[in-house]
C-alpha cells in the first residue's frame, strides 16, 4: 500500500513547532553524528533548534518552512530563506536559498523526497536563482546535481559547524 504523502507550510502552532522540533534534532543527530563528536552536535542544537530559537526562526519574516508527511507523520523539512552569505557570482540576482533540507532516514520513499523538492521550487520560482550550502559529505548533494543544481568550485565552511561544505546554485529564468 502506497503511503500518503503531502508537504505543507509550518507555522507557529504547537502541532507546527513540535513536528520541527522533532525533524530538526533526529535529522541534525542523523546527519552530524557519524561526522562529529556527541558534545559538537548536540551544543549545535541547544543553540540552533531549541524551542526558543526555533521558534524565532519561524516567526521571521526571512523564512519559509515546510515539513514533508507521509500517511500524517512528519518525514522530512525544509527552510527556505533570504539569509545567508550569497554566492559572489550570483549576488547581484534576485536569489533564494534552501537553508536545510533534511528527510529522517527511515523514510527512503524516493516521492517524500520529491514532494519536498517540487514545493521548494514552487517557493521559489519567482527568483532568479536558488543556492544551498551543504556539507560536502550530504547525500542529496547528487539529488540536488540531478535537479540542475550544479556545485561550484570555491569550497567553504558551514557556518555553524567544522565541516567542509559546497555551494549548489540552479539558475530559474
Not at 22 to 49: D, G
Not at 85 to 92: F, N, T
Amino acid at each position: 500500500m502506497d503511503s500518503t504523502i503531502i508537504t505543507k507550510f509550518t507555522i507557529a502552532t504547537q502541532q507546527g513547532m513540535d513536528a520541527l522540533l522533532y525533524l530538526t534534532q533526529t535529522i541534525a543527530r542523523e546527519k552530524f553524528l557519524p561526522l562529529l563528536s556527541q558534545k559538537q552536535v548536540e551544543n549545535y542544537l541547544s543553540e540552533n533548534f531549541n524551542e526558543k530559537a526555533l521558534m524565532a526562526e519561524v516567526n521571521s519574516m526571512s523564512n519559509q518552512w515546510l515539513v514533508v508527511y507521509a500517511d500524517d507523520k512528519p518525514a522530512g523539512f525544509a527552510r527556505i530563506t533570504s539569509k545567508g552569505e550569497r554566492p559572489r557570482q550570483i549576488a547581484q540576482n534576485r536569489i533564494i536559498r534552501i537553508a536545510d533540507f533534511g528527510i529522517i532516514k527511515e523514510y527512503t520513499d524516493p516521492a517524500i523526497r520529491q514532494s519536498l523538492f517540487d514545493k521548494c521550487l514552487a517557493v521559489c520560482k519567482s527568483y532568479e536563482a536558488i543556492w544551498i550550502n551543504e556539507y560536502v559529505e550530504n547525500p542529496f548533494i547528487g539529488f540536488f546535481e540531478s535537479e540542475g543544481f550544479a556545485k561550484q568550485d570555491e569550497k567553504s565552511q558551514l557556518h555553524e559547524l567544522p565541516l567542509q561544505s559546497v555551494c549548489l546554485i540552479k539558475h530559474l529564468s
